[in-house]
């Protein structure tokens, strides 16, 4: 997978260089290219910025240095064209649904953006000749998109073949597609089996992997109910099996 990221701010994607996505990109499963916005202005000052048409507080990012960045980045008669996503406090709400279709694409193209936004033009425009996503991580304002972009980021390259040591561990994750949708997970236990006078449940001991899976799934329902109860009306009924009738 392809990913560019235009920013104001290139020093923030250091930490794509370590840990899982650095090996992801070591290993060749992700090429990313970082690029400052500020390649795209002529001005002496470098200016991407500019007041609010309508007046208001803060600045508006303009839209000339985006159009060229975007048009360099993905060129308009390039044979394919990328995905572009702009993580903005207005934007749909991402999910590890989104983050699993997005796994699947070959070109994810990020716009970072920041102060009161970017000129609406600019999406309007891109729109004009690519799939265009303004996504949200929650209710909540940032400084820039840079954080959101390393969030998505991390979010969908976990989810890339062979970037994750176990793929196992994906399918039980919170919110996976099928068993665990709509479930967050619940406590997780390692040796020694005795902590500060603390036990770990027996049933966990037992080697009983069916009374383990359904422990595990009361459990997640549990959390889930205590946590995030709007997410159980989400909830397959079918996927409650008897034995979670009774939680
Ligand atoms: C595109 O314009 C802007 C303007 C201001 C901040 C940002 C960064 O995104 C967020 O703050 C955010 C993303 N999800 N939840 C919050 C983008």
Redesign the pocket.
């Given at each position: 997978m392809r990913l560019d990221i235009v920013t104001i701010f290139p020093d923030y994607f250091a930490p794509l260089d370590v840990s899982l996505l650095g090996k992801a990109r070591r290993a060749g499963l992700l090429d990313v290219h970082v690029h400052d916005l500020r390649e795209w202005t002529h001005d002496r000052h470098r200016t991407v910025d500019d007041t609010p048409y309508g007046g208001g507080p803060g600045m508006v990012?303009k839209p000339e240095p985006w159009g060229e960045a975007l048009d360099t980045v993905a060129p308009p008669d390039a044979p394919r064209t990328p995905r572009l996503l702009?993580?903005?406090?207005?934007?749909r709400p991402?999910t590890q649904a989104m983050a699993a279709e997005l796994a699947a694409e070959e070109w994810l193209v990020f716009?970072?953006?920041?102060?009161?936004?970017?000129d609406t033009r600019v999406v309007e425009d891109a729109r004009t000749r690519m799939r265009v996503d303004?996504?949200?991580?929650?209710?909540?304002?940032?400084?820039?998109?840079e954080?959101?972009v390393l969030v998505i980021v991390e979010a969908v390259g976990r989810l890339l073949p062979g970037v994750l040591g176990n793929a196992d561990s994906v399918a039980d994750d919170s919110f996976a597609p099928g068993a665990m949708e709509s479930l967050i997970e619940g406590p997780v236990y390692t040796k020694p089996p005795m902590w500060r006078e603390r036990a770990v449940p027996d049933v966990l001991l037992s080697g009983n992997h069916g009374a383990i899976a359904r422990w595990r799934r009361d459990e997640a329902l549990r959390r889930t109910a205590r946590n995030r109860p709007e997410l159980l009306v989400r909830l397959d009924p079918a996927l409650l099996d008897k034995h979670d009738r009774r939680v």
């Amino acid at each position: 997978m392809r990913l560019d990221i235009v920013t104001i701010f290139p020093d923030y994607f250091a930490p794509l260089d370590v840990s899982l996505l650095g090996k992801a990109r070591r290993a060749g499963l992700l090429d990313v290219h970082v690029h400052d916005l500020r390649e795209w202005t002529h001005d002496r000052h470098r200016t991407v910025d500019d007041t609010p048409y309508g007046g208001g507080p803060g600045m508006v990012m303009k839209p000339e240095p985006w159009g060229e960045a975007l048009d360099t980045v993905a060129p308009p008669d390039a044979p394919r064209t990328p995905r572009l996503l702009v993580p903005t406090p207005s934007g749909r709400p991402f999910t590890q649904a989104m983050a699993a279709e997005l796994a699947a694409e070959e070109w994810l193209v990020f716009a970072c953006g920041r102060y009161e936004g970017i000129d609406t033009r600019v999406v309007e425009d891109a729109r004009t000749r690519m799939r265009v996503d303004e996504v949200s991580l929650g209710d909540f304002v940032l400084a820039g998109g840079e954080v959101a972009v390393l969030v998505i980021v991390e979010a969908v390259g976990r989810l890339l073949p062979g970037v994750l040591g176990n793929a196992d561990s994906v399918a039980d994750d919170s919110f996976a597609p099928g068993a665990m949708e709509s479930l967050i997970e619940g406590p997780v236990y390692t040796k020694p089996p005795m902590w500060r006078e603390r036990a770990v449940p027996d049933v966990l001991l037992s080697g009983n992997h069916g009374a383990i899976a359904r422990w595990r799934r009361d459990e997640a329902l549990r959390r889930t109910a205590r946590n995030r109860p709007e997410l159980l009306v989400r909830l397959d009924p079918a996927l409650l099996d008897k034995h979670d009738r009774r939680v």
